[in-house]
């Protein structure tokens, strides 16, 4: 009978750059490290679209477009023709990622398109849907692993939560639940990095490769409660409606897009999370009196803070959005930063408040492509920053430690870079 079983990565102060972007990584990838809302704020009041990249027009570094890409480059900056890119995947596609070094991963949901791209989403589709996650994922890895997590910090008064709670949470639960045990969860997540040279690279995606065809044979013939054993035995459907198995090569791809997506993104986005309460104490406190508003703290501080600030499609045909004329073969980049903060859809949309009314944003994505781990990143960061309320009394900024700020690149990968906090243990 199969044990339950949750384990935690540990990762040091060392291991920081694995899935984060601290500004010295950032500043030596040439990316723009400035706060982006402070460069956005210029372009609000402006046209919803306009042509030039975003980092031109924000007056930072270049971070994701090349000029030798060619062709032209449009920013596209309302809710309203941010909603219409992302809704018309026809004319705004994703085979945008084939320029990027996300490639790197090789091909994978994020840059398929179209049929193919919908028939290969189907196959995980169930499992990351809020049934499953608020089911299989919270009760089988998210409770397990904050406990184990919050057995730590329970021994002591101070913590830095972003390097003992919101990095390990995410890494551990998205290795775990598909099957990666965690002792080689960090080298895994390691050999996913997509800097270093390319002979580093090349290595890294051996290792990656070596890791998942041991599991994937050892699955095959002892199947487990995990995502590699779901992957090996789905089957696919082909265009002519036919199905067949997964291709070991499919599952690699796979998994190794949901552990890069799945880790980073919710560390970051849970920082950010606990250090607006912590800017913003009696906000803290209404959510630690009333529960019922986790839900719209989380919609809120993803709508007010994405980690991500914007997304590329590639132009496919030419086209007109918000009376902009936009040629095939451009480059839209999508900006869910300003989106977010459309003058037009929210009521002073500067300022965090978590007692909003419930309302669509873009910080996952929307359309074909919308965000796959949405329901769990959500979920892990509810389960999280309930077992902060209820077990760190007296929660607040350490004041040994210097202010916390945001750190990563302008554009993406944004996050705190420490949570410094000090608090009272509750027991029970
Ligand atoms: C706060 C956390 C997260 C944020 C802000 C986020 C954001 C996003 C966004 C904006 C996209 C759309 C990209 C595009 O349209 O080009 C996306 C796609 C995706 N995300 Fe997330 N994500 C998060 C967490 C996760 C988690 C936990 C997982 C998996 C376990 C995950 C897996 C994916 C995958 C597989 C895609 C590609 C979907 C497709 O192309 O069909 N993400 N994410």
């Keep these: 009978m199969e044990t339950k079983t949750t384990h935690t990565v540990d990762l040091s102060n060392d291991d920081r750059g694995v899935m984060f972007n601290p500004d010295e990584e950032a500043k030596a990838a040439g990316w723009g490290t400035d706060d982006p809302y402070a460069c956005l704020a210029k372009l609000y009041d402006g046209p919803p679209v306009l042509k030039g990249a975003l980092e031109d027009l924000m007056g930072i570094p270049r971070q994701y477009v090349s000029d030798q890409w060619g062709g032209d480059v449009y920013s596209i900056l309302s809710f309203d023709a941010v909603n219409k890119a992302f809704m018309d995947p026809d004319t705004f596609s994703n085979r945008v990622y084939e320029k990027m070094s996300v490639t790197a991963l090789g091909d994978t949901l994020l840059n398929m398109d179209g049929g193919k791209h919908k028939r290969m989403r189907n196959v995980s589709k169930p499992w990351f849907k809020p049934s499953f996650t608020d089911g299989w994922w919270t009760d089988k890895w998210i409770v397990d692993a904050v406990d184990e997590l919050f057995e730590r910090l329970m021994a002591k008064d101070h913590a830095d939560l972003n390097l003992e709670l919101c990095a390990p949470l995410p890494m551990s639960v998205v290795s775990t639940g598909f099957g990666i045990p965690a002792d080689e969860a960090l080298e895994f997540r390691k050999a996913l990095l997509f800097h270093g040279t390319r002979e580093e690279m090349i290595k890294g995606h051996e ?80 959510l630690r009196n009333d529960r019922s508003l986790m839900r719209a703290t989380i919609q809120e501080v993803t709508r007010w803070y994405p980690t991500d600030t914007a997304f590329l499609r590639y132009v496919e045909k030419d086209t007109v959005l918000e009376g902009v004329e936009m040629k095939e073969g451009s480059v839209a980049m999508l900006c869910l930063g300003s989106a977010n903060h459309d003058r037009t859809q929210w009521e002073d949309p500067d300022s965090f408040n978590i007692h909003r009314p419930l309302k669509r944003h873009f910080a996952f994505g929307a359309g074909p492509h919308a965000c796959l781990g949405q329901h769990l990143s959500r979920q892990e960061m509810e389960v999280a920053l309930g077992a902060v309320l209820d077990r760190l009394g007296d929660l607040r900024w350490n004041p040994d430690y210097p202010t916390a700020r945001m750190s990563g690149g302008t554009l993406i990968g ?4 420490a949570l410094h906090v000090r608090y009272t243990p509750v027991s029970g």
């Design 414 to 417: 944004r996050g705190p870079d």
């Design 207 to 286: 290792t990656a490769t070596r890791i998942l065809m041991r599991l994937m044979t050892e699955r095959r013939a002892y199947p487990q409660d995990d995502l590699i054993s779901r992957f090996v035995q789905a089957d696919l459907e082909l265009e002519d409606g036919s199905t067949r198995k997964m291709a070991d090569d499919e599952v690699m791809r796979y998994c190794n897009l949901i552990v890069h997506a799945g880790g980073g993104t919710t560390w970051r986005q849970l920082g950010i999370t606990i250090m607006a309460l912590l800017n913003h104490p009696e906000q803290m406190e209404a």
